[in-house]
């Protein structure tokens, strides 16, 4: 059963453009595009994978981040966090949230499918 | 004399480099070969002219083959050394300097252009760490850039993709083109919207929008009883912040004119008088004549006024800016405007002539003065200072030169920098 990818996201080409290769190189792709319930959906879903925005509408991308690290069901959960704002304060925050990988926009698709291989054990 | 053992060597290397006989650079400075030997062998010290003809003929700077360790470019590369953290002992600096002074020079002169560099991009920095609406359109322009390069990456890399999803990926990138033509537009505006012109974004740049689009003037205020939050609700403000600084303004203003109506000052405008007469003849307190001299159309009161106001922090709480006197939008001003040390004299009106550095500066008469407001019994007082300012077209016997912020001021010599500006290599 391929595994699962959460794409939290609200820029629409960029979902698209992400959910298409990724499933494309196997995995079962979903998306969500607001931060408010980002924390319910995975629990909901529990993906192997979850690839979080960090400006997204309703929380932020580092909220989202430090919620589910506080949660016992999500501490180890693989999470490649994307984002436009490339400063090492962001990359540091990320990291003392404990984001698995940080990477920052624009990114190539080959940088993405290489770390969501790497994430998934691929 | 300089003296030291490593002059001779530094020639006798310099020498070699250049493929020169010690007979030859001998005759050349008017000294025996023998002596020349000695000198290379650290055995004479020199100095003097014979010290600088050397270095003519070595074509190397005679401060380079001294051992004074303040020698300019030695203590360059230092400095360099230490600024980039590089692990360099102080001999290495000074071999270079001597056996590589192009290099040397190179270096330097990098270093000053590095430097110069991170300034720009720390102004540039702190200007997006301030400016909300900066940010935010960057953001989307690289957002939509992302999308962009993930939806051709896939055109271009996919032999055998679905014709379906080849036109849905096509239609994508015709969208965000279009929207990334749109985002980098605003952003151009944006950035080339004139200096004087506020913009929307921080609740402090909506009210200054909101005061220059009515010119500082309340013709609603003067002329009638007006609830200020008639005018607010017909106003282009939108946030809550900016509404509240807004109607803290406008009650002041109204404060003001009541204290103050235009009847009452008419007989005095044009402004002939000065600022203290002024307040004097009509029995108010220096800052409320100052906000109504700023606040009067420049038609009636016969000067362009401008002003600014701020607490004992520095933080600007007002600002009303005209046309050569250039004032800080982020950060901290020049430290020198007199409105500083108004502050630091409280209950005294302090008049100066200033020289505004800036681009299209100019020469200025201002007043200045710092009020103690007891807000409540028990708590010492708060001081609010304020300076007023005009265009002064004669010179003044004694001015004062000073700068809108020390990042954009290009007074390169003065003693109260607080840090590097963008402006002027020398820095």
Redesign the interface.
Same mark, same amino acid.
């Given at each position: 059963m391929a595994k699962t990818v959460l794409l939290i996201e609200d &820029?629409v @080409?960029?979902i &698209?453009?992400?959910s298409?290769?990724l499933s494309r190189d196997g995995w079962d792709v979903v998306t969500h595009s607001n931060g408010h319930d980002a924390n319910e959906v995975i629990t909901r879903r529990e993906p192997d994978l979850v690839v979080l925005d960090v400006?997204l509408p309703g929380k932020s991308g580092f909220d989202i981040l430090r919620d589910l690290r506080g949660d016992p069901r999500h501490q180890n959960r693989p999470v490649l966090m994307l984002t436009?704002?490339g400063q090492s304060k962001d990359r540091d925050m990320a990291e003392q949230l404990g984001v698995s990988k940080f990477m920052t926009?624009?990114?190539? @698709?080959?940088e %993405?499918r290489d770390a969501v291989n790497e994430l998934l054990g691929g | 004399m300089s003296g030291g053992d490593q002059i001779g060597a530094r020639i006798r290397e310099k020498r070699i480099q250049l493929s020169i006989r010690q007979s030859q650079l001998a005759k050349i400075v008017g000294v025996s070969p023998s002596y020349l030997n000695l000198i290379e062998h650290n055995r004479r010290r020199i100095g003097g002219k014979l010290l600088t003809d050397l270095a003519e003929a070595l074509s190397i700077d005679a401060d380079l083959l001294s051992e004074d360790r303040k020698s300019s470019k030695v203590a360059r590369l230092e400095e360099v050394a230490h600024y980039h953290k590089v692990d360099m002992q102080g001999e290495s600096a000074r071999e270079l300097a001597t056996r590589f002074p192009g290099w040397s020079s190179f270096i330097i002169d990098l270093d000053r252009n590095v430097r110069s560099l991170e300034a720009i991009i720390d102004a540039l920095s702190d200007r997006l760490s301030h400016d909300p609406q900066l940010a935010t359109s960057?953001?989307e322009v690289?957002?939509? %850039?992302? +999308?962009i390069? +993930?939806?051709s990456?896939?055109l271009s890399?996919s032999k055998d993709i679905d014709p379906m999803?080849q036109m849905?990926?096509q239609r @994508?990138i015709s &969208?965000?083109s279009l929207r990334l033509a749109e985002e980098a537009q605003a952003l151009v505006d944006y950035l080339d919207t004139d200096e004087t012109e506020a913009r929307t974004g921080t609740p402090y740049e909506e009210v200054e929008t909101f005061l220059q689009e009515n010119e500082f003037y309340f013709e609603m205020i003067e002329t009638e009883t007006t609830d200020v939050e008639e005018i607010l609700n017909i106003s282009s403000i939108r946030s809550t912040a900016a509404r509240v600084l807004a109607r803290n303004i406008l009650e002041t203003y109204q404060m003001d004119a009541t204290a103050l109506p235009l009847s009452s000052l008419i007989d005095d405008l044009p402004i002939q008088a000065s600022l203290s007469q002024l307040a004097q003849k009509h029995n108010c307190k220096i800052p409320q004549m100052m906000r109504r001299l700023a606040c009067l159309p420049t038609d009636i009161v016969g000067r362009d006024f401008g002003m600014v106001s701020m607490d004992v922090t520095g933080s600007i709480l007002f600002r009303k800016q005209i046309d050569g006197f250039h004032m800080p939008r982020f950060g901290s001003a020049c430290a020198y405007w007199p409105i500083f040390q108004a502050l630091q004299m409280p209950m005294r009106l302090l008049e100066d002539v200033v020289i505004h550095t800036g681009r299209e500066g100019g020469i200025f008469h201002t007043y200045s003065y710092c009020e103690a407001i007891q807000d409540s019994i028990g708590r010492p007082p708060r001081l609010a200072a304020h300076m007023l300012f005009y265009p002064q077209v004669q010179e003044a016997a004694q001015v004062t030169r000073v700068g809108a912020t020390c990042r954009v001021c290009a007074i390169a010599t003065c003693p109260s920098r607080r840090e590097p500006s963008i402006l002027g290599e020398d820095l």
């Open positions: &820029e @080409n960029i &698209e453009a992400l298409f290769i400006m436009a704002r926009k624009p990114f190539s @698709n080959a %993405v | 960057l953001h690289i957002t939509t %850039v992302t +999308a390069r +993930a939806t990456s896939i890399d999803w849905r990926f @994508n &969208e965000d």
